[in-house]
């Protein structure tokens, strides 16, 4: 079956627009992660969609970063007025979710180049 | 602060021995581990994990072990092989995290040797 897609693939970007990244999850995971890895760092939480419930936050860097996820399926990862520190590899991840633990699945990730 | 911590930033092994990537973590809240193997411009594909309530788990020639009073597990890949060659990175999550976040180390690049 499909894995977690990412669109696009690379993006680059001038200092000070706005970009948006995409995320289609495995079919019937119910949570959906975005994660970042900057250049010689481990991944690093942003956001986290569980349902319908509210996203945890809790590790975006900034309020430029937000994301929504429609319909419970698609998520869209936006950074606004883009600063060079943002240059990373954004990586979305899937699971079933719930309180038992379930490997998460990534996608290839989306590399986003500030100049 | 980095909560989890994988020391080496990089390992070399010839083919056919032994492979052993060590991951340290401070929080004692986390209660499930995970290794992450990732390739060049791929995602993170898991490769095996390991609840705390365990201090071993095999899986083929993969082998996770865990040190609670260390805080220390480290991931044993025996033999090791040209196509193991890769990032490795530990991962860790906490069960009062609803979310099953996973607190990442910085990885480990294992290069085998034919």
């Known amino acids: 079956g499909a894995g977690v897609s990412q669109s696009p693939s690379n993006k680059v970007t001038e200092k000070g627009k706005d970009v948006e990244l995409r995320c289609d999850p495995i079919?019937?995971?119910?949570?959906l992660y975005w994660y970042r890895q900057s250049l010689g760092q481990g991944l690093e939480f942003l956001i986290y969609?569980?349902?319908?419930?509210?996203?945890?936050k809790s590790g975006l860097p900034s309020d430029r970063f937000s994301a929504e996820r429609t319909g419970g399926s698609v998520s869209t990862l936006t950074i606004q007025r883009t600063q060079q520190e943002d240059s990373a590899v954004y990586l979305c991840a899937s699971s079933f979710g719930g309180l038992s633990y379930n490997e998460q699945f990534f996608g290839p990730g989306t590399r986003l180049t500030v100049l | 602060d980095q909560q989890v911590k994988q020391n080496s930033p990089s390992l070399s092994v010839q083919e056919g021995r032994i492979s052993i990537l060590n991951c340290d973590y401070t929080?004692?809240?986390?209660?499930?581990f995970l290794w992450y193997k990732k390739y060049p411009a791929e995602g993170p594909t898991f490769l095996i994990s390991i609840s705390s309530i365990k201090d071993k788990n095999e899986d083929g020639r993969f082998t996770v072990f865990l040190n609670k009073s260390a805080k220390h597990l480290s991931l044993h890949i025996v033999p090791s092989q040209p196509g193991d060659s890769a990032v490795y990175f530990c991962a860790a999550s906490a069960r009062r995290n609803a979310g099953n976040m996973l607190t990442f180390g910085g990885g480990t690049r294992l290069m085998v040797k034919p």
């Open positions: 929080n004692s809240m986390f209660d499930y």
């Open positions: 079919s019937g995971h119910t949570a």
């Open positions: 969609f569980q349902g319908n419930s509210a996203p945890d």
